[in-house]
């Protein structure tokens, strides 16, 4: 799993989950440093404008990052919205898997039940969206 990927699904585990897993891995004699953070950011969300080469903010999100070091090696976390116990906690897992510690498949594993829960609920929110759509083709008969 690339780091872009664990970041992403370490923002997609529930937070309890996430904590108590950092707090197991936290329990060995591994020594911990915050490097930056936790600290609320917010990013801007763009768009590409058509025909331009330009963007367009269009709103913004509320993130948490961390930055940890964890038997000298960095871990990053960010997590939606407001939520600094679980940026540090994902930065811990990020460390672990890095350092490639004991928790190292235990961490995989909740990684990769995120993205499978994620991914469910993106193939049912498209399947409602479908559902949603209108037929704008004229019915024979009518006027356009």
């Known amino acids: ?21 950092a707090d197991r891995i936290l329990a060995g004699d591994a020594d911990i440093a915050v490097v930056a953070g936790p600290e609320a950011v917010t990013a801007p969300i763009r768009l590409p404008v058509p025909d331009a080469r330009a963007t367009a903010v269009v709103g913004h999100v509320a993130l948490t990052t961390c930055t940890v070091t964890l038997a000298g090696v960095r871990g990053d976390g960010c997590r939606p919205g407001r939520d600094l116990p679980g940026a540090v906690a994902a930065a811990v897992c990020d460390a672990e898997v890095e350092r490639g510690g004991d928790a190292t498949t235990e961490v995989l594993d909740l990684l990769r039940a995120a993205a499978t829960g994620h991914a469910a609920t993106q193939t049912d929110r498209a399947r409602i969206v479908e559902l949603t759509r209108t037929d704008t083709t004229p019915s024979p008969g009518t006027r356009p």
């Open 1 to 21: 799993m690339s780091p872009e990927e664990r970041y992403e699904h370490l923002g997609q585990v529930d937070g309890a989950t996430l904590e108590a897993l």
